[in-house]
């Protein structure tokens, strides 16, 4: 079983309470109220996000991983993967950085069922982005993108903003449901203020 724990950089916090996981909405169609535009571009973009980033960061990109181990995953992660309540997945937390500072919360869930043959190599990426993995694989597939108003009394809120850090606002976040050879995986990314300056990039939001 592979697992990594560094507990010290996330907040700790019960997992599963009503209320506290996000409202996730369909990404195409009206836009919603008080998305700025800069934000926007970040959310709706179809590219890799790893290759935006590292474009953005100059150079000073980098991956910090906060925690990956098996568990149960939140029941709106179950929902789009298919999985019933007793099942654990391999999660995944990072934050993606811009030099020191954290640009985005990002939290995958692979079930077990992934990780045999040639997608072994996604348990045990370690500080390595995993889009580079999947943009690279020609069985990719991804759904259309969901999006999410993150309140600071949420789950991927508090676990979003590093530790000793206050944002009091409301975070965006999105997450599609990636496929490799068929077999499912789900990616959140929450981004953390001020996002990079976004230019080039592919949106496909009406």
């Keep these: 079983m592979v697992m990594f724990d560094a507990g010290k950089n996330l907040r700790p916090i019960s997992t599963g309470k009503a209320g506290l996981e996000p409202q996730w909405r369909p990404g195409q169609g009206v836009r919603p109220e008080g998305l700025a535009d800069e934000v926007a571009a970040w959310l709706f973009d ?60 990002a939290r995958t869930v692979m079930p077990p069922a ?49 530790a000793g850090e206050t944002t ?8 599609s449901v990636f496929r490799l050879a068929g077999l499912p995986l789900l990616v959140n990314e929450i981004f953390l203020p001020p996002p990079p300056r976004a230019t080039g990039f592919k949106i496909k939001n009406n």
């Design 46 to 105: 179809s590219e890799s996000l790893t290759k935006r980033l590292k474009q953005a960061c100059r150079g000073g990109f980098r991956v910090r991983l906060l925690k990956q181990r098996y568990e149960r995953p939140l029941l709106c992660e179950r929902i789009p993967l298919g999985m019933d309540d007793r099942a654990l997945a391999l999660v995944r937390q990072v934050h993606l950085c811009c030099g020191d500072e954290v640009k985005v919360y």
């Design 114 to 162: 992934l990780l045999q043959g040639r997608c072994r190599a996604l348990a045990n990426l370690g500080g390595r982005p995993l889009g580079e993995l999947l943009f690279r694989d020609k069985s990719m597939r991804r759904s259309p993108m969901e999006i999410a108003r993150i309140e600071p009394d949420e789950l991927f809120h508090r676990w979003a903003v590093p």
């Design 168 to 175: 009091d606002g409301p975070l965006w976040g999105r997450r």
